[in-house]
């Protein structure tokens, strides 16, 4: 391999690596713009949420539809784009304890079978026998 290719070829993929860094980051905010409710992590989750979220979705996208070269640039891979961050945001809350949490018995210290819902700042128990 020639110098000249060898340049050609390190800046395809570096102009692709920041493509991906670029949309996958724009479609980690607008997951996040899109769920509701306060946001764990900062600028860096964002940013790994959205390039993680882009993978999954293009590459689900281009398991499913063969023929086609999708990249995030395009309308409907932004969307699956977003769509992949999306989902890692909902899975990053519901491990994180967003959606329920454990407790304790306050009497006896010792832990008891329930979960809280929160909705609206308020918490709901919902006890387990």
Do not use: C
């Not at 390190?10 to 509701?36: E, S, Y």
């Not at 769509?83 to 008891?112: H, I, M, P, Q």
Request: glycine share 14%; net charge positive.
């Amino acid at each position: 391999m020639d110098t000249a290719t060898f340049t050609a070829t390190a800046q395809q993929w570096t102009h692709m690596a920041l493509v991906w860094v670029g949309f996958g980051t724009l479609a980690g905010l607008l997951a996040k713009a899109i769920m509701p409710g306060r946001d764990p992590g900062g600028a860096v989750a964002t940013l790994l949420m959205g390039i993680g979220g882009t993978i999954i979705g293009l590459g689900i996208l281009s398991l499913v539809w063969r023929d086609s070269h999708v990249t995030p640039i395009s309308p409907i891979g932004f969307v699956v784009a977003t769509a992949g961050s999306f989902v890692l945001l909902f899975f990053y809350r519901l491990l994180g304890g967003k959606f329920f949490t454990e407790a304790t018995d306050t009497n006896t210290g010792v832990g008891v079978s329930l979960r809280s819902l929160r909705r609206r700042g308020t918490t709901t128990t919902v006890y387990r026998d």
